[in-house]
Every structure is written in C-alpha cells, then in structure tokens.
C-alpha cells in the first residue's frame, strides 16, 4: 500500500458566511469568537488510530488527541498531548505531520513564529523528542505554519521569510536521532518578491512540492525540489495556463504515486480545481497532465482545499459546497490511470459554515473528516471506515467539550488592585459568574443581547439572556447567587444564529432574531417566571405567549415604553421588511401586536434603503421646541445618525441625518436623561484602522434639524465598541475584549472613564469581535448584568469613589 498525505499549514479558519447583505454589522464576521476551540483544524490517521489537532483554544493551551479502538472494537481517547512550555492560547497542534512512530506538530512561542515538536511513541505513551525553534535568520517568518514528514526527511515553511519570499527549511536524521538541520530550499526564482513559498508543503521520499501561493500576484506557482547526498535541488517550477491573477495556484498539494497535485479552490470563480503534472521519464520535464474538477460544480463549491490519497483514491475536499456545511469529492481510479468515477461524501447534520472537508486524511480502510467550524467553531472530526463492498460509511463524530471558566458564586469578589477572581477591574466588583454551559445552551452555543425586567410585584430582578438558539432568564435578586430559572428555545423552524435582541414592555418580553430565517417577534409573558423552579436537570423549558409573523428575521427590537410601540430594525428574509427601516409595531395589547406603518431614510444605509442597526424611540422632551411631546427615533443606521418623528404611524416623517469623518459602521447609540446629547458608537472604525482608539461621538441635539457632532472621544483601550447604554451621570458601555467601560458623563461633552471589568482575561484588548456584547445597568439594586460572547452572564456591582485612572 501507497499513502502520502500532504499536511497543510494551519487549517484554523472560521469561515463566515453573512446570511444576508444588510444583516450583519461587519463584512465576513465570524459567527466564533475568539475563544474558539477549532477541533479537527489539522488530523491524521496512522496504524489505525486518528489524530486530531485543537489549536485555537484561548482559556486553555492547545492539544493534540490521540483514538483508537479497544479491545471491544470501540472508539476511545487514548492520550491528550500539550506543549512542553504550554501557555493558554499558544496554538499547539496548529500544525500536524504523522508517520508510524513518530509525530510533528508546533505551537507559537512568539510573533510569527514557533516551536516545531517532535514526539515518538514508546510503547502506549508518546513522549517528546526533540524541540526544533527558529533559526536566527527566521525570527517573524512564521517559522513553522507548515511541516511535511517523509521518513528521515522533515520540512518546516517558513512563508513570512525574507520579507515574505518564503524559506522551507530541511532536517534530517539518521539511525534514529534527531533531526539536523539539512540546508534551506529557496525558490530559484526569489527575486519574484513576495510569494509565500513554503505556505503549503508536501513530501515524499526525496521529493518535495513546495507551494508559493502568492507567486506572480497571487496567481501561484508550486516547486518540485529532489533530494541527495549533496542536500535538496530544484527540479521544476510548475505553473497552469488556466489560472489567472488571484487564484493562488498551489494552496493546497499532494504527492501521489509518482504525480504532483497542487489545488486551488479559488480558481473559476471559486468553483476550484486541482491540477496533476508528470514527469516525462525521458526528459525529466514535469508536463501537465489532467485537471479534476467537482461533477457538480457550481460558484463557491471551493473545490481543492485539501488532498490525500490512498490505494487508488484521490480525496479532495470542498468546503464550499451547500452554504460551507462542506463535502468530500472521492474520485476512483481506473485501468487506464485516469479518475473515471466520483462520489461525493457529507455527513448527515451538517449545518451551513461547519466546513466539512477543509481538513482530513486517509490510510487503508480509515478515513478522518474534520468539520472544524461546526459548533460555532469548538469543530468535530467524523470518522469514516469501509467496508468489504469498497463502500465509506460514518457512524462515528469525535469532539470535545468547551473548558470554559469556572463560576464563581456565593458571594462577592471585589476589585482589589485591578483584579478580581482573575479578571482585570477597576471600581466595579464580581458578584457572581455564570458560564454559558450553565445557561441552557448546548455545545456551540454563545450569548449575545440582554436585557432586564424587575417585577412589579415581588420586586424579583431578572437577567433576560440571549443566546445564539434561544433565551434564558435568570433571577438576579440575589446578584451573588443568580438562578437559571427558564429557557425560551429560538422559534421552532428557525436557524440559530449569532444576533438575538431582547426588550420589555408591560411585563413582557419581545425578541427577536436576525439571519435566523421565519423566527419572527416572539413574545413572552414576565410573569409565568414568578411560579418557576428549576429542575436537577437545569432550567425549565417554557413556550412562547405570543407570535409576530410580519417580519422574518430582525437585526433589533426598539421599544418605547411610553407609547406601546415597538419598533423592529434590519428586517430581513421575509416579511414586511421596510427597507431594513423601522418596521412599527402597535403593542399596546402586550399579546396582541399588530403592524402599524413603516419608516426608511433612504439617504442613509449601505444600500440606500434606510436600513437602520438600532435605534432609539423616545417621547422628545428636550431643549428642542419644535418636536416635544413628538415620538422622536434615532437610527444607527450604517452610514449615518438618522432622526425621525413617528408620531403619525402613518405619515413618519425624517427630519434630519448627519454623518461624521472617518464612518466604519455606524451602530447603536442613546440620548442622555436631558435628552440633548446623544452618544454614539461606530462598530468598525477601530478594526479597520479609521481610530487608534475606541471612539465614541457626542452629538448636541439641541437642534434636532441640525445635529452637531461636540466631540470624538478616544477612550482608553483599541477595542471595538458595541452597546452603550446612559443612566444619570454614567455611560455604561460593552466593548467586546476590554469588557464593560463605565464613563463619567457628568461633563456632558467631555466623557471619562470611571470604571471598568474586563470579561475576557485571556486576549490583549485587540479589535476583535469576541468578549462582551452588551449590558443592562438599570436594576434600582445597582446591579449590572452583562454578557461575554463565548464565556457567559457576568453580575457587577459599580463601587462608589473617585474614577479610575
């Protein structure tokens, strides 16, 4: 038997797929935060067992699993690797090369670079035998990001060397020792410039493919080096007449009895191909020899990410395929030499972005597909074996449970020297910690909005928690023990999905959905949680009210609790959408909400439709005499601050709409309790470099005709900021991975920043889309309740005393 894998650099990708144009805040968001775990992102299967990398883990180092059969035939985790020096977040297991005996893997160590591990089995333990770091001329050469294994040759790519030229660098061993290192391979060609040679490798033997993905502008070129005494030579530059600029030719390889394969899923529109070359015995020219492609291609199929190959069978994944839930092509060949028959392997629930077939590998009669989106990113690796027919069936998913933090309850931890329990704070103190997994949710699932309700009878404070499949409610009266009472499941039919929003109005709960498909408006009567208990089992599962069905899926709920109007934003896949304007809603009769007009400011919005991110709806009783006692909106909406008079449902009318230098996205925002100035946030300013700072915009409304932006303030971190809410003298605002930012408005024009906490300890305050969504600092108790993406609700208290500095 024949079997040469190609092992791809790190295959930690979380693919995004926006559900629809207007929908979501930022282009290609991930639906994973940062804290994903990524199982299956690299696998390998050797002498029976499966091998499967988990890299992206933040709260935890990275690790590498090892499964094989028992005695009895069934599957079980045999062993559990990290790095020698693991830290949380190093990204062990990023890479994976396998053979017998003996494994290759990395894990950072710094900027773009790594240390590559060499372990080796003795007996049933596999024990580490050599570390391999950066040569000093490959520091921030992301040393590592690739690795091929052939018996005593090793290959680490290095694709950032030489100013992004690319190096592979050679080791070899004898007798059984460590690898030494064997020379650099270099393209002969380098002073074509940046390349990424080395981005992908493969190996076989004393022959070595080599991609450099970016050759020519990013049309690609794949090299073909040979071994011997003397150390490694390049024998051919391969290229493909059918590729144009941007189809980075060579992203993925494989050496195969005797033929050099290189992949590009970008080819065709994104169709993707993969291309075979052959040596001509006679004059040692690699010519082009055939081209496969999907029988079923379409747009996006994204067909040739990866390769493997094994006993006549050419395996090419596509991740693309049925909105990126992902497919395997598995082409047979035939008498003649060529691949006459395919077939197309899926496993049963996957679901749309689970990328299915990014990664996977093949020995005799075992296979391992990895689907490491699946699960919002923790991933799964489904196992394929065959049977005496030749016919490949899975009935078997490997995956691991999230290690997210541990609760903490039972009384408060209060901020003392800039920490509490672990997290960064300064004025405002952990009452308590609830994780996600005790919320209700299942593997996967991660929070988003929140709100609050305090019932008017008992005085009870409840925490209403959006979840990315439903909605949990969670008595807070007690801040330092919370009671995960009730779980409301996401409309039946409809798709989980990252943005849920929550509102009140005359103890009722109004939530909404957005790229979930027919959710609609669910309403939810308050007061049903009053009789509630939570079982051994967990919280209780309840059933809607009340049903809206004249929207589909909505970005936002906006209520204004003086009217009974609710006001439904970014509406989309269905329904009365209203532009992605306000879709107004008559909710007087709490559980009887009925359409009442819609509004749309069409000079604003990405697609000049009036789309609006989120709003506010207020009874105007503010300095402007024109339009007090008028119920007055103000729309965050894309490209611009839109205000509106929706006094008559029937005839709304605009009255202005002000934009403002540097617009990444224009998001939320909130008047003060004077109703003059209104705050302002602008989610991706801070990701695509328009600011060196969080920024929030201070809009004078005196005039609600002519909007004044006072103020730009930078606040302390680089964070992007999401929701923001006032109270009296306070903003309190939830900048994903710096946390909660509580800022002084007594100056109304000149905020600072009084307190913080930090829900997310294990990342460096980059603008990222992970940590705290957003926050509900209404309670009369003075508790504050707030949600981290992927780590849970945090309960906070706000100390009293002079700001932080």
């Keep these: 038997m024949q079997r040469i894998v190609s092992t791809m650099g790190s295959a930690c990708l979380v693919f995004a797929v926006a559900a629809s144009a207007n929908a979501q805040s930022m282009p290609n968001r991930s639906a994973a ?35 094989e059969k028992d005695g009895s035939g069934a599957w079980t985790r045999s062993a559990r690797l990290e790095a020698p020096d693991a830290a949380e977040g190093d990204q062990f297991g990023r890479v994976l090369a396998f053979e017998g005996d003996v494994m290759v893997t990395a894990a950072t160590t710094g900027e773009a670079q790594a240390t590559v591990y060499v372990f080796t089995r003795d007996g049933s333990e596999w024990k580490l035998q050599q570390s391999i770091t950066a040569p000093a001329d490959a520091a921030a050469s992301e040393f590592g990001r690739s690795v091929a294994l052939s018996g005593d040759n090793l290959l680490i790519g290095a694709w950032a060397a030489a100013d992004s030229t690319g190096a592979v660098y050679a080791y070899r061993r004898s007798g059984g020792s460590e690898f030494a290192s064997a020379g650099i391979l270099a393209p002969a060609d380098s002073a074509a410039g940046q390349i990424r040679f080395g981005g992908r490798v493969a190996l076989s033997g004393d022959l070595a493919l080599i991609g450099a993905p970016w050759a020519d502008e990013q049309t690609g070129a794949a090299y073909l080096f040979r071994a011997d005494d003397e150390g490694w030579t390049q024998e051919a530059k391969l290229e493909s007449r059918a590729v144009e600029q941007g189809d980075r030719f060579g992203s993925s390889l494989l050496l195969y009895d005797g033929t050099a394969l290189v992949g590009t899923e970008r080819v065709n529109r994104f169709v993707g191909a993969v291309f075979a070359f052959d040596r001509d015995e006679e004059s040692g020219a690699w010519d082009e020899s055939f081209t496969l492609q999907p029988f079923d291609a379409i747009q996006q199929t994204r067909f040739g990410m990866h390769m493997a190959a094994v006993d006549g069978e050419l395996w090419v994944g596509a991740m693309g395929v049925n ?44 296979a391992a597909v990895a689907a490491p989106n699946s699960d919002s990113g923790l991933g799964s690796v489904y196992v394929f074996e065959r049977d005496a027919s030749g016919e ?3 009935d078997e998913e490997f995956y691991t449970e999230p290690e997210g933090m541990d ?34 949710g299942t593997r996967g699932v991660h929070l988003n909005d929140i709100w609050g309700w305090t019932d008017p009878d008992t005085g009870h404070e409840w925490a209403l928690v959006g979840r990315t499949d439903g909605t949990t409610f969670v008595d807070v009266t007690d801040p330092q023990n919370p009671l995960v009472v009730a779980n409301l499941p996401k409309t ?76 439904a934003v970014g509406a989309g896949q269905g329904g009365e959408t209203c532009g992605g304007g306000l879709h107004m809603i008559d909710i007087r009769n709490p559980e009887q909400p009925t359409f009442a007009g819609c509004f749309a400011d ?29 119920e007055i909106c103000l729309g965050a909406n894309e490209t611009a601050l839109s205000i509106a008079d929706v006094t008559d449902k029937s005839n709304p009318v605009a009255i202005s709409m002000a934009t403002y230098p540097n617009v990444g996205y224009t998001h939320q925002g909130w008047f003060d309790e004077e109703q003059r100035y209104f705050y302002l946030d602008d989610e991706l300013d801070e990701m695509q470099g328009l600011v060196d700072h969080t920024r929030t915009l201070v809009w004078d409304l005196s005039d609600l005709d002519e909007p004044t932006l006072v103020k730009e303030h930078m606040g302390t971190q680089s964070t992007i900021d999401h929701n923001l809410y006032v109270k009296g003298d306070f903003m309190y605002q939830s900048n994903y991975t710096s946390g909660l930012r509580v800022l002084d408005i007594s100056d ?8 913080f906490f930090d829900t997310t300890p294990y990342d460096d305050n980059e603008a990222q889309f992970a940590g705290s969504w957003s926050n509900y600092p209404y309670f009369e108790s003075g508790t504050i309740v707030v949600t981290s993406i992927s780590d849970g609700l945090f309960v906070l208290k706000k100390q009293e005393g002079r700001p932080v500095s």
């Design 323 to 366: 909105g990126f839930a992902g497919a395997v092509y598995r082409f047979v060949r035939d008498e003649d030499g060529g691949w006459a028959s395919a077939e197309k392997l899926v496993a049963g629930d996957l679901q749309g972005s689970d990328v299915f077939g990014l990664t996977f590998d093949v020995e005799g009669d075992l």
């Design 602 to 630: 069409a000079s604003t919005g990405r697609q000049k439709t009036g789309y609006s991110h989120d709003a506010q709806c207020v009874v105007y009783n503010g300095p402007d005499q024109d339009y007090q006692g008028h």
């Design 748 to 755: 109304r024009e000149n905020p600072e920043e009084s307190a």
């Design 33 to 67: 935060p940062l804290s994903q775990q990524g199982f299956g992102s690299t696998v390998a299967v050797s002498e029976g067992r499966v091998i499967v990398g988990e890299p992206a883990n933040q709260t935890t180092p990275g690790y590498v699993y090892m499964y």
């Design 392 to 394: 490949w069936s899975t």
């Design 407 to 440: 609760p903490v309850v039972g009384g408060q931890v209060r901020c003392s020297e800039g920490e509490a329990a672990g997290f960064q704070c300064g004025g405002v103190d952990l009452e308590a910690f609830v994780p996600v997994g005790q919320l209700g």
């Design 492 to 567: 039946e039919g409809a798709r989980a999905n990252a943005w849920r929003d929550i509102k009140t109005y005359e103890n009722h709960a109004y939530i909404v959905a957005d790229g979930a498909g027919p959710h609609g408006m669910q309403v939810y009567d308050l007061t049903q949680l009053r009789d509630l208990q939570p079982t051994a089992d967990g919280p209780v599962t309840v059933q809607e009210t009340a049903h809206y069905d004249k929207v589909a899926s909505v970005h936002n709920i906006v209520i204004n609790p003086e009217t009974g109007y609710a006001y």
